[in-house]
Structure formats: C-alpha cells, structure tokens
C-alpha cells in the first residue's frame, strides 16, 4: 500500500508562484510515474502535469512554461513548481502515482492522495 502525503498549497495573487511537494511512503510498492491533478468546483478532475522515474514528463497545455514537474526518486517525491499563476488555476490538487505513466495520465492511478487546495487571486 501507498500513501501519498501533499504540501504546499495556500494562497497566491496573480502572477505568483506556489510549490507543492507529494512524498510517497509505503512497503513493497513500484512507482514509476507520479503526477498532478487538479479539480476546480464544478469541473471535472483533470491533468496537469505527469512525471515518470527516468523524467519524461506531460502538461497539461493550460500549463505548459508556467509549471514545472519534477521529483526526487530517492525521496519518492515529486514537486510542481507553479509560476505565473492565474485565477483559473485555482483547485484542489491532487498528487497520483502508479506504475505506469500511461494509468497517471489517465487518471486510473492506482494511488491518490488526499489533496491540497491552490487559490490564485486576482
């Protein structure tokens, strides 16, 4: 079993910058990719940005040069750098992972984690 811990969320203007972290813990489980989803009241869960181990990554188009996905495989971590924010990226992010990035980018990961709010003000 996985379990996956977010951080980082809060409250930014326009134009600002926020950082989430996810580190994943557990025994006995293969992650190879991890990613992002974030869900706005009234709309569906969707993708932002997916990473695997060996670092071939996916955006979303509403995001492409704002953030950046990375993470830590030591750690099991992975981090969205969000830069340039702007009200339309307000929602609750959700960390995922699975083995393959094909489920991440699907949204059938095997793993979830809680979520984590992001306000973006004008």
Not at 58 to 85: C, E, P, W
Request: with cysteine; net charge positive.
């Amino acid at each position: 079993q996985v379990h996956l811990v977010e951080s980082g969320g809060g409250l930014a203007q326009a134009g600002g910058s926020l950082r989430l972290s996810c580190a994943a813990s557990g025994s006995g489980f293969s992650i190879n990719a991890m990613g992002w989803y974030r869900q706005a009241p009234g709309k569906q869960r969707e993708l932002v940005a997916a990473i695997t181990s060996g670092g071939t990554t996916n955006y979303a188009d509403s995001v492409k040069g704002r953030f950046t996905i990375s993470r830590d495989n030591a750690k099991n971590t992975v981090y969205l750098q969000m830069n340039s924010l702007k009200p339309e990226d307000t929602a609750v992010y959700y960390c995922t992972a699975s083995t393959f990035l094909r489920d991440v980018v699907a949204g059938t990961s095997d793993y979830w984690g809680q979520g984590t709010q992001v306000t973006v003000s004008s």
